[in-house]
């Protein structure tokens, strides 16, 4: 076999939103026979979790999707690419003029290369609806408005390089996308530094296995906790005098707020021993500098908002906001699509669902999934009528999965773009089969404090390897197919990707070809520290605030309160006689995104049935066996599970993975119970009970 007929392709993992691994296919003949890591990518280390190393399979699946499809009674029916186009174009069409551009929403799911969804948002600009729907609300955007409030930033990222230490809270990066870039390797390399690795969370994650020190906490108490350091800290005097003097606004009515979070309130609260409390207060306040990555669990209860705001003044009265070792804020360094559909040159159109509701979110990412499942069961305020799903499964990823059946069966019409029949795509009227990340070419453009010497902003080429298998298209081609349709070409003027990708990359001088052969190039400047120093920061004092005269000028609380969740055995106390357990939903599997990638051989080895994580103790109470099958049910439903007896979790709480068709733990899930503040579901700290099966799956 000649040389010629066999290549390497240098591309960027998507099996995963973490879209930050390269990788090296090698394809023969036009096919991919081999997958590896790319060691010279600087991202991760150059390092694939099982998932990359799946991707042949993805590639190959004999499940997949291979012909669009549309609905006949109970029955499928194979058409055309372009019966389907000019049936979604129609259709589109129909409901703007029957019930205005508003009544069409699109959802995405997160596991999508990040043009594509610049192409969604410019799409729905010029037809002239705001709902463009993500997960946003229960995954991400919180963090991100704690900190603009706060701080007039976003201080998410840490410097591990020069940190002392590391406290993880609510954070599981060894099982899940990695917060802010980061990866246990990264940690790893960090302790051989000299830094220190705390983990705050109710289970021992892999994660929490590598650290220094392991804080066990009850789930949705985080606020208290950190309300109780900062007591500590205060009356320790071991805050940073200048730094708060200076740079922050609110420390007095702050002081005055945490009096009552003693180290033995917080206890009762918290379940953490008072020492404990007092010991992880004085490390992180005497570390100098120490940093706090954040977690995904933390936005998922009913004081989700006011908990990472307790949290985030932790972080500034220590001194430990942009200054080396802590937590910084870094540019974005990403190239975006220039957004031409203008507000402007639009119709009109109505504010985001859930405005009124949840102004907080709305200003910051659209339509929070409380606010949208309420107009899909309700038509309040306005109706939606159709709904375009691009590789997203909404059935076993949002909350009250009875209700999302109820929503989704309400619409006038349903499309759903992915690579599988999920439980959502059943629902629908067509189903067309798209592309996986080895059959598309992207750009991965992204922002990452990769060394203390680099320039923030990393730009690489997804060469894409082979082409589309059957009849998939990438998702790109999609939308630039559906403008065509709709009369957008003026907002869509590329013949392909490539044109795209080359519009995206002109500020840096750089093409498709220029970088097909490049594992990529780093863009903008190295990080700069202690901006606040001259330019202070950039909320309405120029401060730090500790007490928010944003939020209070827009009727919330300026103080970050703790209130016990709204389900809890204290809150709920006669409830929590039938359902004693304190049960989270949602945790992170490796060897899976979200609900995707179940066929896959290799990933089902790796984690072949849901699991329930439940303490001896807890396990002896409901005479549980290890291994055995066992019911997990809430006042909203149940769920059959595998029994995981282990001392890894605290007593009595029980921990489930998400994502599962045959165990749906968002059947589990109220959309009711939810932060009054964010919308944001309260899958982490609900109550259960446990109840053996009488059949064994």
């Known amino acids: 076999m000649s040389s010629s007929e066999r290549k390497v392709v240098r591309t960027v993992c998507g099996m995963c939103n973490r879209q930050s691994c390269g990788m090296n296919v090698t394809v023969e003949n036009g096919k991919v026979i081999d997958i590896q890591r790319n060691p010279e990518y600087p991202k991760h280390h150059g390092t694939l979790c099982v998932k990359g190393y799946a991707a042949k399979e993805l590639l190959y699946d004999p499940h997949r999707l291979k012909h669009p499809m549309k609905r006949e009674g109970n029955t499928w029916t194979n058409i055309s690419w372009d019966e389907a186009m000019s049936t979604i174009a129609s259709k589109l069409k129909e409901t703007k003029e029957k019930y205005g551009a508003e009544s069409l929403a699109v959802y995405t799911g997160c596991e999508q290369l990040g043009e594509t969804s610049y192409f969604v948002r410019r799409f729905m600009n010029v037809y002239g609806s705001p709902n463009v729907v993500t997960v946003g609300s229960m995954c991400s955007v919180m963090r991100n408005v704690v900190d603009?409030?706060?701080?007039?930033?976003?201080?998410?990222?840490?410097d591990t390089y020069n940190t002392k230490l590391i406290v993880m809270w609510g954070a599981n990066p060894a099982a899940s996308n990695a917060p802010y870039y980061m990866d246990v390797k990264t940690l790893t390399e960090a302790k051989e530094r000299g830094a220190k690795l705390i983990v705050i969370d109710p289970v021992l994650s892999g994660t929490a296995s590598v650290a220094d020190s392991h804080v066990r906490?009850?789930?949705g108490t985080d606020g208290a906790l950190a309300l109780g350091m900062i007591n500590i800290i205060i009356k320790q005097g071991l805050y940073d005098r200048e730094y708060v003097d200076n740079w922050c606004v609110g420390f007095s009515e702050l002081s005055q707020l945490v009096e009552e979070y003693t180290p033995e309130k917080v206890e009762q609260i918290t379940w953490i021993p008072a020492e404990v409390v007092k010991d992880l207060a004085r490390k992180y306040a005497t570390a100098k500098p120490a940093c706090i990555m954040l977690g995904n669990a933390l936005e998922q209860h009913t004081n989700s908002f006011q908990m990472l705001r307790a949290i985030a003044a932790l972080r500034a009265i220590t001194g430990n906001i942009d200054v080396p070792g802590g937590n910084i804020n870094i540019s974005e360094g990403a190239i975006k699509l220039t957004d031409i559909a203008l507000r402007e040159m639009m119709p009109p159109y109505r504010r985001p669902l859930g405005w009124r509701d949840y102004l907080l979110f709305s200003l910051f990412a659209g339509p929070p999934l409380v606010s949208f499942m309420k107009a899909l069961l309700t038509d309040d305020p306005y109706p939606i009528k159709t709904m375009l799903v691009t590789w997203g499964n909404p059935m076993l990823t949002w909350p009250d999965s009875t209700k999302v059946k109820a929503g989704l069966e309400r619409l006038d019409f349903l499309a759903v773009m992915d690579f599988?029949?999920?439980p959502t795509a059943e629902l629908a009227d067509i189903v067309l089969p798209s592309a996986t990340f080895l059959e598309r070419t992207g750009l991965h453009a992204?922002?990452?404090?990769?060394?203390?010497?680099?320039?923030?902003?990393?730009?690489?080429?997804?060469?894409?390897?082979?082409?589309?298998?059957h009849e998939s298209w990438p998702d790109w081609k999609f939308w630039f197919e559906l403008a065509k349709r709709m009369g957008y070409e003026k907002w869509f003027p590329w013949g392909d990707i490539e044109e795209a990708i080359d519009y995206q990359l002109r500020p840096t001088g750089y093409t498709v070809e220029k970088l097909r052969d490049r594992i990529g190039f780093f863009h903008g400047e190295a990080p700069k520290f202690r901006k606040y120093l001259t330019e202070g920061f950039k909320t309405s004092t120029g401060k730090a605030e500790l007490y928010s005269i944003a939020l209070r000028n827009l009727g919330y609380d300026p103080l970050p309160r703790y209130v016990e969740p709204e389900e809890s055995p204290y809150s709920t106390p006669e409830k929590a006689k039938e359902y004693p357990v304190v049960l989270i939903a949602g945790s992170r599997l490796l060897a899976y995104p979200h609900s995707g990638m179940r066929t896959l051989p290799s990933l089902q080895k790796v984690a072949p049935d849901p699991e329930v994580l439940i303490h001896p103790e807890t396990a002896k109470t409901y005479s549980v066996e290890d291994g055995k099958w066992v019911h997990v049910e809430t006042e909203r439903g149940s769920a059959q599970f595998k029994a995981r007896v282990t001392d890894r979790i605290m007593p009595r709480l029980a921990s489930i993975t998400h994502g599962w068709a045959k165990a749906n733990a968002n059947l589990l899930v109220s959309s009711e119970i939810r932060d009054p503040d964010f919308g944001a579901p309260a899958m982490r700290s609900m109550l259960c009970r446990i109840r053996k099966s009488t059949s064994q799956n």
């Open 420 to 422: 599988h029949m999920t």
């Open 446 to 469: 992204t922002a990452q404090f990769i060394a203390p010497d680099k320039p923030v902003g990393f730009i690489s080429l997804a060469n894409k390897a082979v082409d589309p298998l």
């Open 217 to 219: 906490i009850r789930p």
């Open 148 to 158: 603009q409030l706060t701080f007039g930033g976003n201080f998410r990222q840490v």
